[in-house]
């Protein structure tokens, strides 16, 4: 089995070039790393997606994880990938020495599990939940929790998961039922039912270690009486041992795609036995989970950005090796006699390939700014800095979150599409890309609920300084750009985006003063569109930019098509992509009101 | 388990009033139906659908179709209705009163399959490939063909397929090696491999009758030397039993979607044995197949649109009954005292099922144009309408096959969106829908295939009449429109996009007049984007004419919300989808070229 489902390259350029991992290194908490040891540690998580990820990607698929007898039964890999997870020090790479980690940039975290996603995006959610529900349990939690918990689910020994959604409430936390009642003890007694745990119970786990969101009894209604507690499978008993805690695994759910990652249905406290430990305060608890929430998103937008990119890799290797058709001569027909072109010498095939290149490359450079964002944030040594990169990384996440999903998707039907009919067949990987990242654009906040925060919250926040300080980063690129004959063009086209946006903000903004936060946010998503394809404009560019300058460097460290590939994918993306601006702001701009509810029943 | 996967009032008001049926009814091929009848027709084939197609629709994608011992083993419901389209009519609802046939409008019929599809796309292709083998048979075949054959697929007892693809030839008809020896006993020595053939074999198919392009030893090469067979799996004796016709089944292809639907590799003449009889004439096996590939790729647009509106009915139900969230209040919070909405209620899904509206709805009006079309073409009166109707259906068939496969396909991922998590789930069905209906941009010609043919033959068929008799039945709805204050400014909107389409192909012709088709078709799948949204943006016009129309008719068939749903989806669609044309307008028409292969290695 081919291994190219990655462009090692492009991941290493985007990581090093673009965004400079080594201006992060300077810092003091990344100070024993430098770029040969990060490299080295990338590499290592490449060697083990081939041996260990990657060979099980179909095989996983075709025997998908299903309950039984009260578990899980998934696919004996999951249990490889823990542990390798935990020795190799994936799971525990960004966590603080004193609690056993690496303090290994976010950024680097991120690039080596994009490469586990790619290869296999079924696996990276076992390891990956795991570290989620550890930084809580670090960043909230006593040190006894840390005592009792965090040393096995660094090693990868003990799983951990997010318990959100309930069957009544799906997206809208705020109907959360789940119950806590205190005791004396120190604990309380959950009750409740979570469902769409994702690795929230298997045959290989000694322990999973489940942080639950749930309502003390008497808090008060909607998002502010929520709590956040560790609510473990099995519980530690006093000499050590483990004990039944009362959870209780009620069903797996069967889905389209990533059908080896276990979604599971669970049940707290049906014997009115279920010990849970508070992590942080009382009542604070949604806002501590969305403290992780924005790594949680970035991993999202990180494993759809990966997948498109295996797709991409599939579909071009095909396309160079697929003779069908011929080219056009200058009479408009076809000579049977000529040999078969490959595929990938049809414009269309190319302009699906560069599509498809212009999404996954952009999308990959996105969420590598977004980890950048949060490393210097975590690391930020003043307040200035601490609140400009707060405001970047807040404004920034639920693009980096929708735009590989939504735009992901879009360029993995594009890779079926190469492919023809076998695009549709099981023996290609295609359909299974095709399958597994439809479900990013549901996890973690909707498309729809990720563009109302970007148009509620985040293009609002502290009276639209998140935005300008967004927009003032894209400027410097225009400058730099601008400063260049041959890219000028380009910087224009996107000062002008920037200008139209303001426009639409103009024409959204005093529904909000009115009070008719219902019109301002009616087409929230189509914002979402016009926004990101304006952040991903500009990203192209500042890719076109260096690209630019390193052609003219003799000494440059990629080939000549290497550079040249990334300003001709700029170009193709501000041919195909960025006009569709207009069409959203004439949208965005109408008068017309369509889609709020009135009297009248327009949808029959 | 719910039938409401169709909407039959809009089926019928499209069909009926729209369309007007009851327009063809004059033409004396269709003197003995009237509308009862024929509405009689419709609903039996929905009794049909809802007892014997729809309850299978999630057994049969469970239990796909596989290969076993040289068969294909598949759902025993396959057996059930071949037969019942049998003695129900279905099969044999077109064909002449002489060969056995109903003359039913091919309308009528169109209507009736669409409800099939809807009901369970794995299904209708089993008869549906049996009469249009059988189409080919009576239109170019000998009597004694007819008789060997006809009677037993008429009647649902044979199935039939069409086999063009050859593994080494895909999309590129050209390059088919099929070989067809000629011997002096009347028939010929086919042998050859022919892959995606649906329906290809089962078990409980007593024949197949399979049409096939093969070459004759010493023809011509390329498209010019390609001639018609039909070759039976098993041939009749002289004493009236059959004996196997060495063609072997080597595989069933596993797909993602349609899995109920078998997708066969077939083999002839492994041990010499095979016989071909010649339909038609030698080496014009490749234009009588196209004589009937119309006939195809609109019912492959009518099974796209239909899955479409089985997925709109079930999101749409979904969000009629699932409460979730609430209404923002005028400090753009929610009150979580207040009771939940349905989510219904929501801008943000209402935008997604008004999308699927629109898309749903306009599909369907454009099969339903097409049918009419081919009606009319097949029972014209005059070589002036005939010619008329000839270039309206050409022109408009690559949009009939590729809109609905499309803009389908995006409407299904709005309805599994509509359903959050729970989409995505196998106990929901809009999972299948999306795996289903992305096989439609691939059959009988690709998107990209659809495009070349749109741009490169169909604009400029007879120096672009097609084209011209399009746009003057578009300008009889604009007129309309224009006398009604309240539709005029969406008929100025259409008449500008009108406009611009004829700018945009004055920006390519002159690519094409020098002789550089490669340039002038690069984009074809963009015009193809452009002219569809225009064709759409009419067919809604034209709905919301009537519609408004019938407000004010005292004795209007439907209630007042159902027009007025349909005038609102007419202003969403301008609102929403028409704005996408300048965009695309914008790419057509830039002078960068990105897609065309120079020297330089731009995809890597």
Redesign the interface.
């Given at each position: 089995m081919s291994k190219k489902y990655i462009d090692l390259e492009t991941l290493k350029y985007v990581l090093y070039d673009i965004h400079k991992l080594e201006d992060l290194l300077t810092r003091e908490r990344f100070k024993e790393h430098d770029l040969e040891s990060l490299d080295l540690f990338i590499d290592s998580v490449k060697e083990f997606s081939d041996r260990d990820l990657y060979p099980y990607f179909k095989e996983m698929d075709q025997t998908p994880a299903y309950y039984k007898d009260g578990t899980v039964i998934v696919h004996e890999q999951v249990k490889t990938v823990m542990h390798k997870s935990g020795e190799m020090g994936i799971i525990a790479a960004c966590f603080d020495y004193e609690d056993g980690g690496l303090q290994i940039p976010f950024s680097a975290l991120q690039a080596a599990s994009y490469i586990m996603d790619a290869a296999n995006n079924q696996l990276p959610g076992y390891p990956g939940l795991t570290q989620g529900a550890a930084e809580l349990i670090v960043e909230f939690g006593t040190d006894s929790l840390k005592e009792a918990f965090l040393p096995n689910m660094l090693s990868g020994v003990w799983g951990g998961t997010m318990c959100l959604?309930e069957p009544q409430?799906?997206?809208?936390l705020?109907?959360i039922v789940t119950k806590a009642t205190p005791t004396n003890e120190g604990f309380y007694k959950i009750s409740g039912q979570k469902?769409?745990i994702s690795g929230g119970d298997h045959q290989f786990a000694e322990n999973i270690v489940h942080l639950v969101l749930a309502r003390i009894e008497g808090a008060p209604?909607?998002?502010r009486g929520i709590s956040l507690f560790v609510v473990p499978k099995n519980r530690v008993q006093e000499d050590g041992t483990l004990t039944y805690n009362d959870v209780m695994t009620i069903a797996d759910?069967?889905?389209?795609?990533q059908r080896g990652y276990c979604t599971t249905h669970l049940g707290f406290g049906d014997s009115d036995d279920c010990r849970g430990w508070l992590v942080g305060e009382e009542h604070k608890g949604l806002n501590q989970m969305f403290l992780m929430m924005n790594g949680a998103r970035i991993a999202v937008g990180r494993g759809a950005a990966a997948i498109a990119m295996a797709a991409y890799r599939t579909s071009?290797q095909y396309a160079n090796e697929?003779p069908?058709?011929?080219?056009?001569?200058?009479?408009?027909k076809?000579?049977?006699?000529e040999k078969?072109s490959l595929i990938?010498?049809?414009?269309?095939?190319?302009?699906?390939?560069?599509l498809q290149?212009a999404i996954v490359e952009g999308s990959l450079s996105l969420v590598m700014l977004a980890s950048k964002y949060q490393d210097i944030l975590t690391t930020a040594t003043s307040e200035e800095e601490k609140e400009k990169y707060h405001l970047l990384l807040e404004t920034i996440i639920p693009i980096v979150k929708t735009y590989p999903s939504e735009a992901g998707?879009e360029a993995v039907?594009n890779g079926?599409?190469v492919l023809?009919?076998y695009?549709?067949?099981?023996?290609f990987s295609l359909?299974q890309y095709?399958?597994d990242i439809?479900?990013f654009?549901?996890y973690e906040g909707?498309?729809?609920i990720q563009?109302?925060d970007l148009l509620?919250r985040k293009v609002t926040i502290e009276n639209g300084k998140g935005l300008q300080l967004l927009y003032a980063e894209i400027l410097i690129t225009i400058i730099a750009a601008s400063n260049d004959e041959y890219l000028k063009p380009y910087a224009i086209i996107l000062g002008e985006k920037l200008k139209l946006s303001e426009k639409i903000l103009g024409h959204l903004m005093p529904f909000?003063m009115k009070?008719?936060?219902?019109r301002y946010?009616?087409?929230?998503?189509?914002f979402m569109e016009y926004l990101s394809i304006v952040v991903l404009g500009w990203l192209w560019l500042e890719m076109a930019v260096d690209a630019k300058r390193e052609l003219e460097n003799a000494d440059r460290k990629y080939s000549e098509?290497?550079y040249?590939?990334k300003i001709?994918?700029m170009?193709?993306y501000f041919?195909?992509e960025v006009?569709?601006?207009?069409?959203?702001a004439?949208?965005l701009m109408?008068d017309?009101v369509?889609?709020?509810?009135n009297e009248?029943?327009?949808?029959?």
């Open positions: 959604t409430a799906g997206s809208s705020s109907d469902i769409f209604k909607g998002t759910f069967q889905k389209m795609g071009l697929r069908q058709g011929r080219k056009l001569s200058a009479d408009g076809k000579n049977p006699s078969q990938i010498e049809h414009p269309d095939v190319r302009r699906m390939l560069l290149k998707a039907d079926l599409q023809g009919g695009g549709f067949c099981t023996d359909q095709y399958r439809r479900i654009a549901l909707t498309t729809g563009s109302q509620g909000a009070g008719n936060y219902e946010l009616a087409d929230a998503n189509l098509n290497f040249e590939s001709h994918t170009k193709f041919k195909y006009p569709k601006t207009n069409s959203l004439e949208s109408s017309e369509l889609t709020i509810k009248k029943e327009y949808i029959i």
